[in-house]
Protein backbone atom coordinates (compact mmCIF):
# COMPACT_ATOMS: atom_id res chain seq x y z
CA UNK A 1 0.00 0.00 0.00
CA UNK A 2 3.01 2.46 0.90
CA UNK A 3 4.88 1.73 -2.27
CA UNK A 4 1.73 2.55 -4.31
CA UNK A 5 1.25 6.22 -2.63
CA UNK A 6 4.93 6.67 -3.37
CA UNK A 7 4.27 6.11 -7.23
CA UNK A 8 1.39 7.82 -7.23
CA UNK A 9 2.78 11.43 -5.83
CA UNK A 10 5.62 10.45 -8.11
CA UNK A 11 3.43 10.59 -11.20
CA UNK A 12 1.26 13.36 -10.03
CA UNK A 13 4.80 15.46 -9.93
CA UNK A 14 6.06 14.51 -13.41
CA UNK A 15 2.65 15.44 -15.23
CA UNK A 16 2.39 19.11 -13.33
CA UNK A 17 6.00 19.57 -14.45
CA UNK A 18 5.85 18.28 -18.39
CA UNK A 19 2.52 20.42 -18.43
CA UNK A 20 3.90 23.84 -17.26
CA UNK A 21 2.79 26.50 -18.97
CA UNK A 22 3.47 30.44 -19.18
CA UNK A 23 1.26 33.07 -20.87
CA UNK A 24 1.97 36.09 -22.22
CA UNK A 25 -1.58 38.51 -23.62
CA UNK A 26 -1.07 41.34 -25.96
CA UNK A 27 2.49 40.92 -26.07
CA UNK A 28 4.97 44.22 -26.93
CA UNK A 29 6.21 44.62 -30.97
CA UNK A 30 2.55 42.20 -31.92
CA UNK A 31 1.05 43.73 -34.58
CA UNK A 32 1.81 42.63 -38.36
CA UNK A 33 -0.26 43.55 -41.23
CA UNK A 34 0.21 40.50 -43.28
CA UNK A 35 -0.84 38.39 -39.68
CA UNK A 36 -2.77 40.16 -37.95
CA UNK A 37 -2.64 41.45 -34.01
CA UNK A 38 -1.00 38.49 -32.04
CA UNK A 39 -3.38 38.86 -28.95
CA UNK A 40 -1.70 36.11 -27.02
CA UNK A 41 1.21 33.52 -26.67
CA UNK A 42 1.24 29.93 -25.12
CA UNK A 43 4.26 28.61 -24.08
CA UNK A 44 4.54 24.98 -23.28
CA UNK A 45 7.18 22.28 -22.78
CA UNK A 46 6.02 20.72 -26.07
CA UNK A 47 4.83 23.51 -28.10
CA UNK A 48 4.60 27.57 -28.69
CA UNK A 49 1.06 27.93 -29.48
CA UNK A 50 0.45 31.76 -31.15
CA UNK A 51 -2.96 33.38 -31.24
CA UNK A 52 -3.95 35.82 -33.89
CA UNK A 53 -6.91 38.36 -35.13
CA UNK A 54 -7.33 38.94 -38.16
CA UNK A 55 -8.95 42.41 -38.91
CA UNK A 56 -9.73 41.44 -42.74
CA UNK A 57 -11.38 38.74 -44.38
CA UNK A 58 -8.32 38.00 -46.42
CA UNK A 59 -6.94 34.25 -46.58
CA UNK A 60 -3.63 34.27 -45.29
CA UNK A 61 -4.25 31.90 -42.79
CA UNK A 62 -4.87 29.53 -45.37
CA UNK A 63 -1.37 29.97 -46.89
CA UNK A 64 0.71 29.54 -44.12
CA UNK A 65 3.07 26.73 -44.31
CA UNK A 66 6.54 25.30 -42.86
CA UNK A 67 8.38 27.88 -44.25
CA UNK A 68 7.69 29.87 -42.13
CA UNK A 69 9.87 29.97 -38.41
CA UNK A 70 10.42 31.44 -35.67
CA UNK A 71 13.68 32.32 -34.06
CA UNK A 72 15.02 33.91 -30.90
CA UNK A 73 17.78 35.87 -30.01
CA UNK A 74 19.10 33.18 -27.88
CA UNK A 75 20.64 31.35 -31.25
CA UNK A 76 20.10 30.76 -34.98
CA UNK A 77 18.12 27.79 -34.52
CA UNK A 78 15.09 27.66 -37.18
CA UNK A 79 11.94 26.72 -35.31
CA UNK A 80 9.08 25.87 -38.41
CA UNK A 81 5.53 25.91 -38.38
CA UNK A 82 3.73 22.55 -37.13
CA UNK A 83 0.23 23.84 -38.38
CA UNK A 84 -2.26 26.50 -38.26
CA UNK A 85 -5.69 25.19 -36.56
CA UNK A 86 -8.97 26.76 -35.33
CA UNK A 87 -9.25 29.10 -38.08
CA UNK A 88 -13.15 30.99 -37.07
CA UNK A 89 -14.50 33.89 -38.91
CA UNK A 90 -16.18 36.26 -36.68
CA UNK A 91 -20.15 36.53 -36.17
CA UNK A 92 -22.53 39.03 -37.05
CA UNK A 93 -20.54 40.25 -40.72
CA UNK A 94 -17.82 41.84 -38.47
CA UNK A 95 -14.77 41.13 -40.78
CA UNK A 96 -11.79 39.19 -40.04
CA UNK A 97 -11.23 35.84 -37.86
CA UNK A 98 -8.91 34.35 -35.66
CA UNK A 99 -6.42 31.51 -35.40
CA UNK A 100 -3.82 29.78 -33.85
CA UNK A 101 -0.56 28.44 -35.33
CA UNK A 102 2.00 26.04 -33.43
CA UNK A 103 5.29 25.75 -33.12
CA UNK A 104 7.97 24.00 -31.48
CA UNK A 105 8.93 24.85 -28.14
CA UNK A 106 11.58 27.40 -27.65
CA UNK A 107 14.70 28.04 -24.90
CA UNK A 108 12.75 29.32 -21.57
CA UNK A 109 15.28 31.82 -21.25
CA UNK A 110 14.40 33.75 -24.66
CA UNK A 111 13.39 37.49 -24.31
CA UNK A 112 11.77 38.46 -27.73
CA UNK A 113 10.90 36.45 -30.95
CA UNK A 114 10.59 36.80 -34.33
CA UNK A 115 8.35 35.23 -36.46
CA UNK A 116 10.23 34.50 -40.35
CA UNK A 117 9.58 33.40 -43.59
CA UNK A 118 12.00 31.44 -45.61
CA UNK A 119 11.64 31.59 -49.37
CA UNK A 120 12.47 28.16 -51.21
CA UNK A 121 15.80 28.15 -53.31
CA UNK A 122 15.47 29.27 -56.60
CA UNK A 123 17.47 27.08 -59.42
CA UNK A 124 19.17 23.45 -58.87
CA UNK A 125 22.00 24.54 -56.54
CA UNK A 126 19.88 23.59 -53.28
CA UNK A 127 23.33 24.86 -51.02
CA UNK A 128 22.56 28.44 -52.82
CA UNK A 129 21.81 31.35 -49.91
CA UNK A 130 18.09 31.85 -49.26
CA UNK A 131 16.03 34.98 -48.68
CA UNK A 132 14.35 35.87 -45.23
CA UNK A 133 11.74 38.23 -44.54
CA UNK A 134 10.62 39.43 -41.16
CA UNK A 135 6.58 39.16 -40.01
CA UNK A 136 6.85 39.97 -36.62
CA UNK A 137 10.70 41.52 -34.71
CA UNK A 138 11.68 41.64 -31.35
CA UNK A 139 8.02 40.39 -30.11
CA UNK A 140 8.48 40.25 -26.30
CA UNK A 141 7.73 37.26 -24.51
CA UNK A 142 9.54 38.89 -20.84
CA UNK A 143 9.67 41.96 -19.33
CA UNK A 144 12.97 43.49 -20.11
CA UNK A 145 14.88 45.33 -16.97
CA UNK A 146 17.96 46.07 -19.43
CA UNK A 147 19.03 49.29 -18.18
CA UNK A 148 20.67 48.34 -15.06
CA UNK A 149 22.00 45.77 -15.91
CA UNK A 150 23.03 46.72 -18.91
CA UNK A 151 24.76 50.00 -17.24
CA UNK A 152 26.76 48.06 -14.74
CA UNK A 153 28.25 45.84 -17.49
CA UNK A 154 29.60 48.60 -19.19
CA UNK A 155 32.30 51.31 -18.22
CA UNK A 156 32.89 54.64 -19.59
CA UNK A 157 36.08 55.29 -17.91
CA UNK A 158 38.62 56.99 -20.04
CA UNK A 159 41.03 54.65 -22.30
CA UNK A 160 43.84 55.35 -20.18
CA UNK A 161 41.96 54.01 -17.12
CA UNK A 162 40.90 51.26 -18.66
CA UNK A 163 43.96 49.99 -19.54
CA UNK A 164 45.32 50.53 -16.21
CA UNK A 165 42.50 48.73 -14.65
CA UNK A 166 43.02 45.86 -16.72
CA UNK A 167 46.72 45.47 -15.72
CA UNK A 168 46.07 45.83 -12.44
CA UNK A 169 43.33 43.01 -12.40
CA UNK A 170 45.17 40.74 -14.95
CA UNK A 171 42.28 40.92 -17.37
CA UNK A 172 41.76 41.13 -21.03
CA UNK A 173 39.59 44.82 -22.04
CA UNK A 174 36.51 44.58 -24.32
CA UNK A 175 35.77 47.89 -25.96
CA UNK A 176 32.35 48.59 -27.97
CA UNK A 177 31.56 51.47 -30.21
CA UNK A 178 28.63 52.16 -30.12
CA UNK A 179 26.36 55.58 -31.09
CA UNK A 180 22.96 57.11 -29.71
CA UNK A 181 21.20 56.83 -33.13
CA UNK A 182 22.61 53.00 -33.64
CA UNK A 183 19.53 50.61 -34.12
CA UNK A 184 21.24 47.58 -33.48
CA UNK A 185 23.35 49.21 -30.71
CA UNK A 186 20.23 49.33 -29.18
CA UNK A 187 18.68 45.93 -29.82
CA UNK A 188 22.22 44.34 -28.18
CA UNK A 189 21.71 46.84 -25.14
CA UNK A 190 18.41 45.87 -24.37
CA UNK A 191 18.29 42.28 -25.67
CA UNK A 192 21.68 40.66 -25.52
CA UNK A 193 23.29 42.57 -22.15
CA UNK A 194 20.09 42.00 -20.01
CA UNK A 195 20.84 38.23 -20.04
CA UNK A 196 22.44 37.55 -16.75
CA UNK A 197 24.67 34.82 -18.20
CA UNK A 198 25.92 37.51 -20.72
CA UNK A 199 26.81 40.39 -17.76
CA UNK A 200 28.28 37.72 -15.59
CA UNK A 201 30.60 36.49 -18.38
CA UNK A 202 31.67 39.43 -19.47
CA UNK A 203 32.51 40.91 -16.10
CA UNK A 204 34.03 38.13 -15.01
CA UNK A 205 36.88 38.03 -17.66
CA UNK A 206 36.88 41.65 -18.87
CA UNK A 207 37.15 45.33 -18.32
CA UNK A 208 35.11 47.07 -20.41
CA UNK A 209 34.56 50.21 -22.14
CA UNK A 210 31.63 51.79 -23.55
CA UNK A 211 32.37 54.42 -26.34
CA UNK A 212 29.98 56.77 -28.22
CA UNK A 213 31.76 57.40 -32.06
CA UNK A 214 30.06 60.79 -32.01
CA UNK A 215 31.97 61.58 -28.92
CA UNK A 216 35.38 63.48 -28.88
CA UNK A 217 36.90 60.50 -26.96
CA UNK A 218 34.97 58.02 -29.56
CA UNK A 219 36.30 59.98 -32.83
CA UNK A 220 40.23 59.75 -30.99
CA UNK A 221 39.93 56.32 -30.34
CA UNK A 222 38.60 55.77 -34.01
CA UNK A 223 41.51 56.66 -35.15
CA UNK A 224 43.82 53.53 -32.89
CA UNK A 225 40.78 51.01 -33.52
CA UNK A 226 39.14 51.85 -36.64
CA UNK A 227 36.47 50.16 -38.46
CA UNK A 228 33.25 50.01 -40.69
CA UNK A 229 30.07 49.81 -38.62
CA UNK A 230 28.47 49.94 -35.37
CA UNK A 231 28.49 48.14 -33.02
CA UNK A 232 32.07 47.46 -33.02
CA UNK A 233 33.52 45.05 -30.55
CA UNK A 234 37.47 44.48 -29.79
CA UNK A 235 38.81 42.41 -27.43
CA UNK A 236 42.31 43.61 -26.64
CA UNK A 237 44.87 42.60 -24.07
CA UNK A 238 46.42 44.72 -21.38
CA UNK A 239 48.57 46.96 -23.30
CA UNK A 240 45.57 47.38 -25.89
CA UNK A 241 46.68 44.74 -28.44
CA UNK A 242 43.82 43.83 -30.67
CA UNK A 243 43.03 39.52 -30.02
CA UNK A 244 39.49 39.77 -31.68
CA UNK A 245 37.27 42.16 -33.44
CA UNK A 246 33.68 41.81 -35.02
CA UNK A 247 31.20 44.38 -36.59
CA UNK A 248 27.38 44.01 -36.09
CA UNK A 249 24.98 42.42 -33.89
CA UNK A 250 25.01 38.90 -32.70
CA UNK A 251 22.90 36.58 -31.20
CA UNK A 252 23.47 35.87 -27.23
CA UNK A 253 25.24 32.34 -28.33
CA UNK A 254 27.52 34.06 -31.29
CA UNK A 255 28.38 37.07 -28.59
CA UNK A 256 29.35 34.34 -26.13
CA UNK A 257 31.42 32.47 -28.53
CA UNK A 258 33.09 36.11 -29.16
CA UNK A 259 34.07 36.61 -25.89
CA UNK A 260 36.05 33.21 -26.08
CA UNK A 261 40.22 34.42 -26.35
CA UNK A 262 42.12 31.41 -27.05
CA UNK A 263 45.13 31.28 -24.98
CA UNK A 264 47.67 31.29 -27.74
CA UNK A 265 46.11 34.25 -29.33
CA UNK A 266 48.51 36.53 -30.51
CA UNK A 267 47.44 40.59 -30.11
CA UNK A 268 47.56 42.76 -33.52
CA UNK A 269 49.13 46.31 -32.77
CA UNK A 270 46.33 48.70 -33.64
CA UNK A 271 47.23 50.62 -36.82
CA UNK A 272 47.23 53.77 -35.33
CA UNK A 273 46.97 56.53 -37.88
CA UNK A 274 49.29 59.19 -37.49
CA UNK A 275 47.00 61.96 -39.88
CA UNK A 276 43.26 62.44 -38.29
CA UNK A 277 40.99 60.38 -41.15
CA UNK A 278 38.74 63.63 -42.70
CA UNK A 279 35.86 61.93 -44.04
CA UNK A 280 34.19 64.55 -46.68
CA UNK A 281 30.37 64.48 -47.90
CA UNK A 282 29.10 66.60 -50.65
CA UNK A 283 25.91 67.48 -50.82
CA UNK A 284 23.23 69.53 -52.59
CA UNK A 285 20.13 71.11 -50.94
CA UNK A 286 16.95 73.25 -50.70
CA UNK A 287 15.72 75.83 -48.44
CA UNK A 288 12.77 77.60 -47.72
CA UNK A 289 12.64 80.27 -45.05
CA UNK A 290 10.40 82.68 -43.13
CA UNK A 291 12.04 86.30 -42.38
CA UNK A 292 10.70 89.24 -40.08
CA UNK A 293 12.39 92.28 -41.92
CA UNK A 294 12.82 96.05 -40.93
CA UNK A 295 14.77 98.52 -42.47
CA UNK A 296 16.77 100.60 -39.17
CA UNK A 297 16.26 103.67 -38.67
CA UNK A 298 13.27 104.23 -41.32
CA UNK A 299 10.69 105.99 -39.44
CA UNK A 300 7.05 105.21 -39.56
CA UNK A 301 7.53 101.60 -40.62
CA UNK A 302 6.43 98.04 -39.65
CA UNK A 303 8.00 95.16 -40.16
CA UNK A 304 7.43 93.09 -43.12
CA UNK A 305 7.07 88.75 -43.92
CA UNK A 306 9.05 87.58 -46.02
CA UNK A 307 10.17 84.88 -47.94
CA UNK A 308 13.40 83.38 -48.66
CA UNK A 309 14.50 80.25 -51.48
CA UNK A 310 17.85 78.99 -51.72
CA UNK A 311 19.57 76.47 -53.61
CA UNK A 312 22.42 75.62 -51.88
CA UNK A 313 25.76 73.35 -52.49
CA UNK A 314 27.67 72.13 -48.95
CA UNK A 315 30.88 69.95 -48.07
CA UNK A 316 30.69 68.58 -44.42
CA UNK A 317 34.09 67.70 -43.07
CA UNK A 318 33.70 64.50 -40.56
CA UNK A 319 29.81 65.51 -39.25
CA UNK A 320 31.62 68.36 -37.85
CA UNK A 321 32.36 71.32 -40.18
CA UNK A 322 30.44 72.76 -42.92
CA UNK A 323 30.84 74.99 -45.63
CA UNK A 324 28.10 75.92 -47.94
CA UNK A 325 27.30 78.48 -50.65
CA UNK A 326 24.81 78.85 -53.17
CA UNK A 327 21.98 80.81 -54.84
CA UNK A 328 18.97 82.19 -53.26
CA UNK A 329 16.40 84.94 -53.88
CA UNK A 330 15.33 86.74 -50.22
CA UNK A 331 12.54 89.21 -50.22
CA UNK A 332 13.31 92.00 -47.96
CA UNK A 333 12.35 95.55 -47.03
CA UNK A 334 9.01 97.15 -44.55
CA UNK A 335 5.52 97.32 -44.54
CA UNK A 336 4.18 98.37 -47.87
CA UNK A 337 7.73 98.47 -49.26
CA UNK A 338 9.20 95.06 -50.95
CA UNK A 339 13.19 94.61 -51.15
CA UNK A 340 13.87 91.86 -53.40
CA UNK A 341 17.54 90.50 -53.38
CA UNK A 342 19.27 87.67 -55.53
CA UNK A 343 21.70 86.64 -52.56
CA UNK A 344 24.81 84.84 -52.63
CA UNK A 345 25.31 83.11 -49.37
CA UNK A 346 28.89 81.86 -48.41
CA UNK A 347 28.17 79.88 -44.64
CA UNK A 348 30.76 78.46 -42.59
CA UNK A 349 28.95 75.83 -39.63
CA UNK A 350 30.81 74.10 -36.36
CA UNK A 351 28.33 71.52 -35.07
CA UNK A 352 28.67 71.75 -31.57
CA UNK A 353 26.63 68.72 -30.47
CA UNK A 354 27.43 65.70 -32.21
CA UNK A 355 25.06 62.53 -31.69
CA UNK A 356 21.27 61.44 -31.74
CA UNK A 357 18.05 63.60 -32.47
CA UNK A 358 14.73 61.83 -32.64
CA UNK A 359 16.65 58.50 -32.69
CA UNK A 360 19.09 59.40 -35.73
CA UNK A 361 22.06 60.66 -36.69
CA UNK A 362 22.25 64.09 -35.55
CA UNK A 363 23.90 67.54 -34.85
CA UNK A 364 23.43 70.84 -33.85
CA UNK A 365 25.63 73.74 -35.63
CA UNK A 366 26.42 77.21 -34.92
CA UNK A 367 26.37 78.91 -38.29
CA UNK A 368 28.11 82.27 -39.30
CA UNK A 369 27.68 83.45 -42.85
CA UNK A 370 28.19 86.47 -44.42
CA UNK A 371 26.52 87.53 -47.88
CA UNK A 372 25.93 89.78 -50.81
CA UNK A 373 23.14 90.31 -52.43
CA UNK A 374 21.96 92.65 -55.56
CA UNK A 375 18.33 93.88 -55.34
CA UNK A 376 15.66 93.14 -58.39
CA UNK A 377 13.20 95.51 -58.19
CA UNK A 378 15.23 98.74 -59.46
CA UNK A 379 12.06 100.93 -58.60
CA UNK A 380 14.23 104.02 -58.69
CA UNK A 381 12.76 104.98 -54.92
CA UNK A 382 16.53 105.81 -54.28
CA UNK A 383 17.43 102.47 -52.62
CA UNK A 384 21.08 101.09 -52.94
CA UNK A 385 20.86 98.30 -55.58
CA UNK A 386 23.08 96.34 -53.60
CA UNK A 387 23.61 95.05 -49.93
CA UNK A 388 25.88 92.63 -47.98
CA UNK A 389 25.95 91.14 -44.01
CA UNK A 390 26.28 88.70 -41.79
CA UNK A 391 23.59 86.04 -40.34
CA UNK A 392 24.34 84.59 -37.06
CA UNK A 393 22.20 81.17 -36.78
CA UNK A 394 22.03 77.46 -34.41
CA UNK A 395 20.27 74.72 -36.34
CA UNK A 396 19.58 71.12 -35.13
CA UNK A 397 20.07 68.43 -37.87
CA UNK A 398 19.17 64.78 -38.40
CA UNK A 399 20.05 62.50 -41.04
CA UNK A 400 23.47 61.11 -42.47
CA UNK A 401 23.16 60.96 -46.08
CA UNK A 402 19.55 63.05 -46.61
CA UNK A 403 20.27 66.00 -43.95
CA UNK A 404 17.02 67.55 -42.80
CA UNK A 405 17.93 71.12 -41.35
CA UNK A 406 16.06 73.67 -38.98
CA UNK A 407 17.38 76.94 -38.65
CA UNK A 408 16.89 79.98 -36.25
CA UNK A 409 18.66 83.14 -37.22
CA UNK A 410 19.56 86.45 -37.16
CA UNK A 411 20.69 88.36 -40.28
CA UNK A 412 21.92 92.08 -40.33
CA UNK A 413 23.05 93.87 -43.55
CA UNK A 414 25.56 96.23 -43.11
CA UNK A 415 25.07 98.61 -46.03
CA UNK A 416 23.22 101.86 -46.03
CA UNK A 417 20.12 101.62 -48.43
CA UNK A 418 19.39 105.21 -48.54
CA UNK A 419 22.35 107.28 -48.86
CA UNK A 420 19.85 110.29 -49.52
CA UNK A 421 18.54 110.16 -46.12
CA UNK A 422 20.85 111.12 -42.93
CA UNK A 423 21.81 108.12 -40.50
CA UNK A 424 22.45 104.57 -41.73
CA UNK A 425 19.21 102.41 -42.73
CA UNK A 426 20.04 98.77 -42.88
CA UNK A 427 18.32 95.41 -43.38
CA UNK A 428 17.67 93.75 -40.22
CA UNK A 429 15.75 90.12 -40.18
CA UNK A 430 14.98 87.19 -37.37
CA UNK A 431 14.37 83.98 -39.53
CA UNK A 432 13.33 80.73 -39.56
CA UNK A 433 14.30 78.23 -42.64
CA UNK A 434 14.00 74.42 -42.94
CA UNK A 435 16.74 72.44 -46.07
CA UNK A 436 16.83 69.63 -47.32
CA UNK A 437 20.20 68.46 -48.13
CA UNK A 438 21.15 65.30 -50.62
Excluded at 204 to 223: A, N, P
Excluded at 401 to 430: A, P
Amino acid sequence: MIKKVIVTVIVISIYSVSFSQILIKNPKNGSSNYLGDLVKIELKDSLSIFHFDKKTNDSIAYKLNNNFFIQTEIDTSKFFLLRVKNIKHKPNKENGYTYVIDFPAINRQAKIINIMYEEDSKGSWKAQSKNYATLLSDVEIKQINKSELEQKTFSKNSFKRTLLDAKEQNKNILLYFTAGWCYPCKWMDKYIFSHEEVHDNIISDFITLKVDVDSQKGEKLRQIYSGEGIPNFFILNSDGGILKKRVGSMKKSEFLDFLLVDNFTQPRKPKIKTKKTITKDIGIGLRLGLTNNNINNLSNTKSRTGITIDALYSIDYNRRYLIRTGLGFSSKGTDGLAVNYLKIPLEFGYSIYKGSLFDLPGAIRLIGAPYYAIRLNKDGLGISNNDYGVRFGISPQIGDFTELEFEIYYEYGMNDLFESISGKQNNRSFGLSLSLTL
